[in-house]
């Protein structure tokens, strides 16, 4: 297996906008170590499948280089680069049996028919595909023939293996059970894997690490509870996570007791968290500083009595509950934001009713307003 890196990789459609250039990718810097599983996530039209098909060969480099095992291959052609493809249309040959889809690569390279049957028999075992390998593509299932174009990539035994939303086309209960194969199939394999997806659940459960990405460029890239837990600006903040970090917008205000936030509200019910640890530290000399501040709904709950003890109290409308079955979701209007909370379990509330939320003043985060970065 072998490390990608890509340094200051760029993408230019020249005159695709009104006549103007448009850069899909913007001078990007990443590496993905050897056996590492990669995961670019992003919404539509951020980059990342961009990205990806420059790593295989099939677009063009504008700018910058990329790397695979210490080898430049910019000038490689996609045959040559030792990686393989897995595509969201599976791009299986109808009129081929599962065998002959699978073997299909190594008979071009002239692999010996002993090795060609050696390869894919262990595919297919890894895969649960044993008893399939004399069907067609039309008697399968999309998870079947999503195994299939898999196994397809895993008989090459590449360096690198590359997936293209790959489980889009499958149904909410079959991603799911895709989602574990691959992972299962990273650790047997020990390969180096890079995994583009929109879907940010697909990101958090089975990435080592996760690139996020938007407008073609990179947000951040860390482990993906970090990236939850520790998003470096408000993007990333409300892109991962779901339901999305509620934000606010407010001020940095001292006081007497230290440091609060204050909402922005022009109704005058406002709220105020106060700041303390290191984010009170953080913003010590930012008195009257303009920021956003976000709290995810699992960090919020709704009082059931107003002399419940707490430092940080939002009153709010109800507009809508959705029962999940193990939890609610709370949909509220403070009259100035909107924000989510999630109940355990199936509770029953009425629409229109005002209630009392508490706000966790240790998982707040905030965000520059201006430049849109962590404090």
Sequence with gaps: MAQVVLNQLEKIYAGSRKGSDFRAVKKIDLTVEDKEFMVLVGPSGCGKSTTLRMIAGLEEITDGTISIDDQLVNDVA???????????????????????????????????????????????QVLGLETMLQRKPKALSGGQRQRVAVGRAIVRQPKVFLFDEPLSNLDAKMRVSMRAEISKLHERLQATMIYVTHDQVEAMTMGDRICVMNDGEIMQIDEPLNIYNRPANLFVASFIGSPAMNLFKGATVFKEGGPVFEETNETGNGFSIPLDGDLGEKVKNLDGKAVVLGIRPEHTRMLESESEPTVAVVTAKIELSEPMGSETLVYLDTGANSFIVKERGHVKLSNDLYVSVAIDPEKVHLFDRATGEAI
């Excluded at 030792?82 to 791009?91: G, K, L, N």
């Excluded at 002959?100 to 049957?117: C, D, Q, V």
């Design 78 to 124: 996609p045959k040559d680069r030792d990686i393989a493809m897995v595509f969201q249309s599976y791009a299986l040959y109808p009129h081929m049996t599962v065998f002959e889809n699978m073997a299909f690569g190594l008979k071009l390279r002239k692999y010996s028919k002993e090795e060609i049957e050696r390869r894919v028999n262990e595919a297919a």
